[in-house]
């Protein structure tokens, strides 16, 4: 079976990530779209396994096997955590539903580890423009703010909230170029600093619901492999 067959016939779950879900969209932002498909149970059974992640077929597509979301959701990976809870749902079948009313179960406080080493590298990036040519790349310091804002609500609350909306007016002066780097560099600072803060405190669980989503799982897979393959 085809890549692009999985991606148009299996999807059970598509949204829209990137500004647009950020609430940081502008005029002639593109429209990144992510998706999860379900490859039939019955192709594990080949040697040639399906594969864990499509590219396209459109511009700015990109999807994952149900299996490896989760697995990479289980280990808090920041873009599939972001991707689960996107405000701009395009389409859920019955499993991409249940996959959506399971958020809860995949967060955790590994994603003070998980979130904030992945700012940590993209900061020294951007210190490392700075050093060489005298700036950051604007719109990175914009989606690393953001980043860090996202983190530490997520930190406090137990909530993951993908909007940063009411953000918005400061983080396009970021990307603006409009705020020096020593201002943005404080801004990352203090932020860093909350975020320490609110994982001493953090209503979320040491670890996720392992046993919840591997049920869902299996259950999903043995639905599929009772299903005819075309």
């Known amino acids: 079976m085809q890549s692009e067959t999985l991606v148009r016939d299996h999807t059970i779950y598509a949204c829209v990530m990137g500004s647009r879900a950020f609430g940081l969209a502008t005029e002639g932002s593109d429209t990144d779209r992510r998706g999860v ?73 590994r994603v003070h580890e998980t979130f904030t080493g992945y ?53 396009l002066a970021v990307k603006r170029g409009e705020v020096p780097w020593s201002g943005i560099d404080s801004w990352m600072t203090r932020l860093e600093r909350e975020t320490e803060r609110a994982a001493h405190h953090s209503p979320l669980p040491a670890e996720p619901d392992r046993r919840r989503v591997e049920d869902f799982l299996t259950r999903v897979r043995r639905a599929s492999a009772l299903r005819p393959v075309a």
């Open 37 to 109: 498909f379900l490859a039939p149970t019955p192709l594990f059974w080949r040697f040639d396994k399906p594969p864990t992640h499509v590219e396209g077929p459109a511009e700015e597509q990109f999807s994952w096997e149900l299996e490896r979301f989760c697995e990479l959701a289980l280990r808090a990976n920041p873009n599939i955590l972001e991707c689960l809870h996107s405000p701009l749902v395009e389409y859920a079948d019955d499993t991409g539903r249940e996959l959506l009313a399971l958020r809860e179960a995949f967060l955790s406080r």
């Open 119 to 171: 700012a940590h590298g993209q900061r020294r990036k951007l210190e490392a423009d700075v050093r060489v040519h005298g700036a950051p790349r604007w719109k990175h310091a914009m989606h690393l703010l953001r980043l860090l804002i996202s983190t530490r609500d997520l930190l406090r609350t137990g909530t993951l909230a993908v909007d940063v909306g009411v953000h918005r007016e400061p983080l």
